[in-house]
């Protein structure tokens, strides 16, 4: 059974063979267009709440085709679209093999040189992640767009600059410092897009509220570098690049915008 990829033979065209809810009617990701989404006031009166905290030793890994850190605190989401409270379950990466693409999400089809996933999954009504994985109302996965500049993300920053210790299948390490993944959010996560969609990769499970934030975080181009020199498997084997999804459509769902 060969394993589901990003090539040609294993790539996003294939996934369907052995997942088939990827010709399903809320798959993710999808090109976000702003003029047609739909202004909602409630999820303006019902703020988005972030409460994370300090992952005292964070562990960070390379699973192969992302770099993906566990998250073990009690770091909750509410409001906004979501009923109940979400609980962070780890975050994670897609990025370009050169920064004219490499985000999952698009904005007018417009691909940013990567986008980082903060997923949650529903603890109010589910025990764990891997109950909540496929059930319509499981997940809550945070979209963020990376954008280029001159200056590195410092939150970013302490990892991006230990990315060359977990550089091989299945290496991972704990982050001495203690972590606070808040400080990988925009400054403004007040303004941000919302649909119903699912995970962008094989299960596929469409069990996803996307929460995509119109502020980019910004990231300098070693930065991009350094998750460019991940790779797939063992020493000498393919970089982890264009790990990403293109957009499905949206077909008969709303696209809600807490802004106008
Ligand atoms: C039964 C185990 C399922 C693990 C599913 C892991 C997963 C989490 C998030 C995303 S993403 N890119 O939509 O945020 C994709 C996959
Ligand atoms: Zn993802």
Redesign the pocket.
Known sequence: MATWGYGNDNGPATWVKSFPVAAGTRQ??IDIVPTAAKCDTKLTENPLTVNYSPEPAMELCNPGL?VKANIKSKSVIKGGPLEGEYKL??F?L?WGSADKQGS?HTLNGKMFPAEL???HYNATKYSS??EA??KPDG?A?F?IFLKISDKPHQGLKSLTDVLSEVQYKDKSINIKQEYNPVCLLPDNINKYWTYL?????????ES?T?IVFEEPIEVSEDQMKAFRALCCGECGSAPIVDNY?PPLPLGNRQLRASFQ
């Open positions: 993710s990701p992302s379950e780890q994670h897609h999952e996933h903060l997923v992640f891997g994985v496929d997940l996965v979209g969609g699912s995970l962008t990769t094989p299960p596929l499970c996803v996307w999804r």
